[in-house]
């Protein structure tokens, strides 16, 4: 644009939304390169998800570690919170859309970002060691950093589960990953010597699920990305049962139980003259 005329030329327009990932014309898609006639009945959608994200195709060994981090993390049942408000929202009336929005629009610090907070621990760790420290050191200082400022570690302890059915299987994929040489195994050492010092406290699908995508080399805020990716499944699931169920307007308790009451007893008002 010339600052001078105030004028915004033709390249100006389309520079605004310049990317690397979809090119786009008239009979024409092609994402990351790749014509999407070609991709079409070819490649996997845990493939797709790693091309849009990285920009290129993952071996079959790195797109089935991370299917398997998917598929670990679909749902949780309705006592989760994302898929009991997806559930409600479906009841008052709203599209689907709306109900899959309500429950992903859930998924924050508490109620999904212990995945991406355990992922920012591993990094800590590896930090430290990159810089000399020894493993168990490091572990040590960087669990006495985080209980500084949580109550808990991410990643470890579960309140239904004394131990996480979804923990081993996939760990036991990364394990079996670092065999073949795929991955290095850095952040798995740094998730079991860190499971280590906290015992009894076990790991849980957010501590494994953070060891596969660290170990995929996947950013830690792609960890809460991918979680919501995966956590949508359920969230669509529940919300298309609940819709299909045709109740109307359920709140989070049934109709004959009233939420306790703790404020002050009925009272007359007070003579404002």
């Known amino acids: 644009m010339s600052v001078e005329s105030g004028r ?25 390169g790749y014509p999407i006639e070609r991709l079409i009945g070819e490649v996997g959608f845990g493939e797709m998800i790693w091309l849009m994200l990285r920009g290129e195709l993952p071996g079959p060994q790195e797109a089935r570690l991370l299917e398997a981090a998917l598929v670990s993390a679909v749902d949780h049942g309705p006592q989760a919170p994302s898929i009991a408000a997806a559930r409600m929202a ?58 500084s400022r949580m ?37 798995l050492r740094a998730a079991l010597e860190l499971e280590e010092q906290i015992a009894p406290v076990p790991m849980n699908v957010d501590g494994a699920t953070a060891v596969v995508y ?15 990716l995966s956590r949508s499944v359920g969230i669509l699931a529940h919300a298309w049962e609940e819709q299909s169920s045709g109740g109307r307007l359920k709140g989070p ?9 703790h404020g002050p007893a009925p009272r007359d008002l007070p003579d404002l003259a």
């Open 8 to 32: 915004i030329g033709i390249g100006d327009v389309t520079a605004w939304w310049a990317n690397g990932i979809a090119r786009i014309a008239p009979g024409e898609i092609a994402l990351r």
């Open 90 to 147: 479906a009841t008052c009336g709203v599209g689907l859309n709306s109900a899959v929005a309500t429950g992903v629009n859930l998924l924050g610090d508490v109620h999904g970002g212990a995945g991406q907070q355990c992922m920012e621990v591993l990094a800590g760790i590896r930090a430290r060691e990159a810089g000399g420290e020894p493993l168990g050191d490091a572990v040590a200082d960087v669990v006495a950093d985080v209980r």
């Open 214 to 228: 660290s170990e995929l080399g996947f950013e830690p805020p792609l960890g809460r990305g991918l979680f919501v």
């Open 151 to 187: 109550r808990y570690v991410p990643g470890f302890g579960h309140r239904f589960h004394p131990r996480d059915p979804r923990r081993d299987p996939l760990l036991e994929l990364v394990r079996e990953a670092v065999a073949g040489g795929l991955v290095s195994g850095d952040h």
């Open 253 to 261: 308790m049934p109709r004959r139980l009233l939420a306790d009451y």
